[in-house]
Structure formats: C-alpha cells, structure tokens
C-alpha cells in the first residue's frame, strides 16, 4: 500500500551570505532557480501535497513561481525553521509522511529521498544525514549508549565535545503525520538563536518512543545547501560535471568534458562532437554527427543530422535541416529555420526568416523577416530593411535568385526566380524572375582634388 505523501519545503530564508538583494532560491544553477530544481525532483515523488514556506523576497519567488503545482505558506516573520514547518502544518495531511527539505538542496536526488520515504513508511522518523571530519556549523547527531539517535543539536548550542562529533544533520527528515502537530506544539525558543528548532523534533520522537533513523546521504553533493556565491559555484561545477559524464557515457565527444555548460536539456544523436566553452540552454537537439565548434551557444534549436556549427556562433529559438554549415561568428536569432544544405558564414545574421535548400548567405549579412527559396546565393553586405520605424515588413526571395554584393531590398519586396540583383542595388519595387535588376550610379572622378592634411605637429 502507498503511504500518503506531503512535501513542505523551507524557501524563506534571505541567504545573507549570498550578498545579494534577490531570495536566495531565486538565484540559478544550470540555468534555472535553485528551488525549481528542488520541485522538479520532488514531482517524481508523486506526492499529494506540496508545500512552499516562502518569506523574504515574497513577491518575487511567488511570480517566479506562479505556475508551479504547489500551495504557499507565508512565514513573517521568520522565527526557525520549527515555527516555518508550523507554518505549513494546515496544508499536510494527517497521516503517511511529511517530508521536509530546504530550497537551496538543488541537487538532491529523486533516488535517496525514495530511500528515505521508504525507511519511514512504517512510523519512524528518519534522517538524512553526512559524516565528515570537518561537520562545520551543521547541527550534529547524538547518539545515546546503545547507538540511537537521541537528538539534533545545532552548532551554537553544542558543548565543545559536540561539535567534534562527524556525523550531521543535511536538513532534509521525514516525518511520521500523525505525530508532526502534537511535536510542533511543543517546541520551545529557549536556545542561543532564540528561535524554534525544527531539529528539536528528534529528542522528542525519541522520548516518545518512536524509532529515529539515520540515512547517510549516498554522495555529500546531494545534500549541500547554497549559502554562498562560493558555494553556488562550487555545485554549478558538480552539476555540469555529471551532465558532462552523462554526454559522454551516451556516446558524445567532448573535446574537454570540464569545458561545457548544459543549462537545460540536451538531446544527441550519435556520433556528435562538441568543441571547448559550449553553452546549451533550454532544449537543444543535435542529429546525428552534428558538430559544434568552440566558444558556440545554443539556446532551444534543433539541429539536423551532419550539420556543422562553426565556432563563436549563437543559435536561439530555431531549426536547422541536415548537413547545414552555420558559422563562424553566426547569429541565428528566434523563428528561423534553416533548410538542408544551407550555408549561413561569418557574421551574418538571421532572424524570423525561412532559407530554402542549398541556399547560402556567406558573409556579412542580414537577412530579417524573409522568406527565401532554394538555390539562392546572397551576397557580402546584402541587408533585407525589415523595418520602418513602426512596423515589420517581409521580403521575399524566390527559387534560383543570385544577389550581389553590398544590396539593400527595402521590404516590402519580391525578388522573382531566377532573377539577378547588381552589386550596390538598393531595390523598393519587386524585381522580376529572370531578369537582370541594377541600381545605376555614375561614378565621378575630381581632378585636382586633395585630401586634408593635419598639421605637422599634429601627425603624432
């Protein structure tokens, strides 16, 4: 039989040690808030109840979080983390388990706190705990004569032969529900802090009788809160080394697995390489035998089979066809979408535009709100001048069109198949298919002409 699930999770906390005016659990990891990696994990659980006390910053956690399936308990002010699980206590079921956590645990894995749930489904309350020979200022496990755990006590309030015990508390128990409001009751604030101690439950389960029981964390990373900037990078780096791990065992190539940030979900083929300093975010998609170049950041794109990106190219909010060569120093900017074979070169810029097959725009252009056919070749410096100043206007370039150098077409515009577009042409009507469209200029020469010249003292 399933036992009943309720989740509260402490998210009140300023984080003073964050140096920062934002709640902590608003801070990122892998490109995403701390806490939304602790919901994320928790829905694994499939509880009936989640809980979120939230306190400093409340408005702007609650934005962040509107559309999480969760209820909110607001703690003001902020008397412990006893007087915030209190908070939450109207919004836990009766009976199973109550499992408590902190928000700034983005790490913690959906495995050990099935572990947990499990060693506490038969009314005992259960820890999730660390040893380490340097405990900091966790609150440490006592044990009485016989090796059971009698009570939690925090750093400040710990005798000196205390604290040099190794075992630690991590901050996430679970916690029998028949028991919870009786034990909230009875808490006291009569402690160095002068607050009101959720770890101050485990003396009184123990002295009521009720097994407390010990799950030591399977890796310390798991169970790390964030305190600090130091701290946050120090799990930044443990997370995109188990990502990196994660490509590599699926078969990627990764020039340097230290070198690579996945700040979302990404997707590979086989036979995929990705050079140094890569960024992923959102979801990315790479098909087989994609090839990412050094220093490149994609951001939610698909990318087809055999498609090379060279290096220092951004990809955002697009889709790439197979055996496309994109880069250097490319942008590809929301709503594009690139056909097969397309070829997209250095500095130029694409964005809410459609290329059609084996077309190519090599160097030094922009190409907006565009639809573009197959066999196109655009040249250096071609601009499409999508806007006006008020509104967006669309240009369109049909099958076969060969473009020069340096051109500007003033959307709205056609270019008809096969047509062909002179050097420097700036085109404000349509350009028939087949023809040859120009922009005359006379070129002038001025005889005699000299150009200024700086004084000699000035010519340093």
């Known amino acids: ?28 990891l ?18 009936q109840r989640v809980c979120v006390v939230y306190g400093h910053g409340a408005d702007a956690v609650r934005e962040r979080f509107s559309a999480a399936r969760v209820v ?83 750093f400040k309030d710990a005798t000196p032969d205390q604290r040099l015990l190794k075992e630690w508390y991590t901050g996430t128990m679970a916690i029998p529900a028949a028991r919870l409001a009786g034990w909230l009751e009875k808490l006291s604030n009569n402690n160095a802090q002068g607050e009101y101690y959720l770890t101050d439950l485990v003396a009184l389960a123990h002295r009521d009788g009720v097994d407390v029981r010990a799950l030591p964390a399977p890796y310390a990373w798991e169970a790390q809160g964030i305190n ?43 036979d995929v390489s990705i050079d140094v300093n890569c960024i992923f975010e959102g979801k990315v998609e790479l098909g087989d035998g994609v090839k990412v170049g050094a220093n490149c950041i994609l951001r939610n794109v698909i990318i087809g089979a055999m498609t090379h990106i060279e290096p220092f190219s951004l990809l955002e909010g697009a889709q790439v066809g197979r055996n496309a060569r994109i ?24 964005k809410a535009s459609q290329i059609g ?29 999508n806007y006006d100043g008020a509104h967006k206007h669309r240009t ?41 469209t120009y922009t005359e200029k006379k070129q002038i020469t001025r005889t005699g002409w000299r150009r200024p010249a700086k004084a000699p003292d000035k010519q340093r």
Not at 234 to 256: F, I, K, N, S
Request: aromatic content about 2%.
């Open 327 to 350: 880069g250097p120093y490319a942008r590809i900017r929301p709503g594009t979408e690139l056909a097969d074979d397309v070829h997209i070169g250095n500095f130029v810029e694409i």
């Open 396 to 436: 369109i370039i049909e099958d076969n069109v060969h473009i020069g150098s340096d051109v500007q077409l003033v959307a709205p515009v056609t270019v008809g198949r096969g047509a062909t577009i002179g050097a420097g042409a700036t085109l404000t009507k349509d350009a028939p298919a087949g023809e040859l």
């Open 228 to 270: 600090s900037k130091e701290e946050l990078s120090a799990l930044e780096r443990e997370y995109q080394h188990h990502a990196a791990q994660e490509l590599l065992e699926r078969g990627v190539t990764l020039t340097d697995p230290a070198r690579i940030d996945v700040r979302g979900e990404l997707l590979c083929g086989r």
């Open 1 to 28: 039989m399933t036992v009943p699930l309720s989740i509260v999770v402490l998210a009140a906390g300023q984080g003073k040690r964050m140096q920062s005016a934002f709640p902590k659990v608003l801070h990122t």
């Open 357 to 385: 097959e084996r077309s190519k725009a090599n160097h030094l252009s922009y190409i907006g709100d565009a639809s573009v056919g197959k066999d196109v070749n655009i040249g250096a410096g071609t601009i499409t001048c």
């Open 30 to 47: 892998a490109g995403k808030p701390i806490l939304q990696h602790v919901l994320d994990t928790l829905q694994h659980l499939h509880p």
């Open 72 to 154: 909110w308990a607001r703690q003001e002010p902020q008397l412990g983390t006893g007087h915030a699980l209190l908070q939450a206590l109207a919004h836990v079921l009766s009976d199973g388990v109550v499992l408590v956590l902190n928000g700034d645990v983005p790490l913690i894995r959906e495995a050990t706190l099935k572990l947990l749930l499990r060693s506490a489904s038969d009314g005992s309350l259960c820890l999730l705990t660390q040893k380490a020979q340097d405990a900091k200022n966790y609150g440490r496990i006592v044990r009485n004569a016989s090796g059971n755990i009698s009570a939690i006590v925090e």
